[in-house]
């Protein structure tokens, strides 16, 4: 870091501690930068000293970003998640900033104490999704209407055909939501459903899981996915920290 380039304090995560705690080092931006606690009574927030600017959201930052809360998360289970990119001027801006959030996180650690975010998106396969979509008799007597015509002659048609289409998938979505979020739920502290990303997604779903039910949960996901492996693909992540569950958003004004 060159002596002119202004120092800045970016925060990854909040724990509960009552010491000092060193996590070892994260690479960011080509640089190593040591991971260290800025504490105030029980509670700390997860920083490095980097240089001050902003820090686009791009692959490999988010990356940097996840891979530090990951740090983390391995040697502390409790971890309020904190938004990507939150640079302060200096250790005392972000003493502040947790003194002033320090009722929230009272209230937050009990909640998410021992509990972990698990990620599932379902995916319909092509020719599934296809083949649910064309046994509508209706869809196929729209597609045969629509065919050999210039696409300005069919132009209303299409539009039709289109939203016939959607109210399918989205009857799919709701089957996925009954017969595969509903039961998991249930193992579940808490769940959301987020909106799908792509004409294909089933469902996006986070779950808040208790550490020692991982196992069973996990279970859980293999016997769906048995069930349904010949329709769609499960994408089953984690463990992350509870960013679906934490709704603290962080902006730099309000330290």
Aim: glycine residues 6%; hydrophobic residues 40%; aromatic residues 10%.
């Amino acid at each position: 870091m060159s002596q002119e380039e202004t120092k800045g304090i970016y925060i990854f995560c909040g724990i509960q501690t009552e010491h000092d705690e060193i996590f070892g080092e994260i690479k960011m931006e080509g640089e190593n930068r040591e991971l260290f606690t800025i504490c105030y009574k029980d509670s700390a927030f997860v920083a490095a000293e980097v240089p001050m600017k902003i820090y686009h959201p791009n692959k490999d930052n988010l990356m940097m970003h996840q891979n530090a809360v990951s740090l983390v998360m391995k040697q502390n289970q409790t971890v309020i998640p904190v938004s990507f990119g939150n640079v302060f001027h200096s250790k005392e801006d972000v003493g502040v900033l947790l003194e002033n959030l320090y009722p929230q996180f009272q209230k937050l650690f009990p909640e998410i104490k021992g509990k972990i975010e698990l990620g599932l998106k379902v995916i319909g396969k092509k020719e599934w999704l296809e083949s649910q979509v064309n046994q509508d008799s209706k869809i196929e007597k729209m597609a045969k209407a629509v065919q050999g015509k210039s696409e300005a002659a069919s132009y209303y048609e299409r539009i039709q055909l289109g939203g016939a289409a959607q109210k399918i998938i989205t009857s799919l979505q709701e089957d996925v939501k009954q017969e595969v979020f509903n039961p998991l739920k249930e193992l579940a502290e808490a769940s959301k459903v987020n909106d799908p990303i792509g004409e294909k997604m089933l469902l996006n779903a986070a779950f808040l899981v208790e550490r020692d039910k991982e196992a069973e949960f996990d279970k859980a996901i293999n016997e769906m996915h048995e069930k349904w492996k010949d329709k769609v693909e499960f994408n089953y992540s984690g463990p992350w920290a509870a960013y679906n569950f934490v709704n603290i958003r962080l902006k730099v004004e309000d330290a």
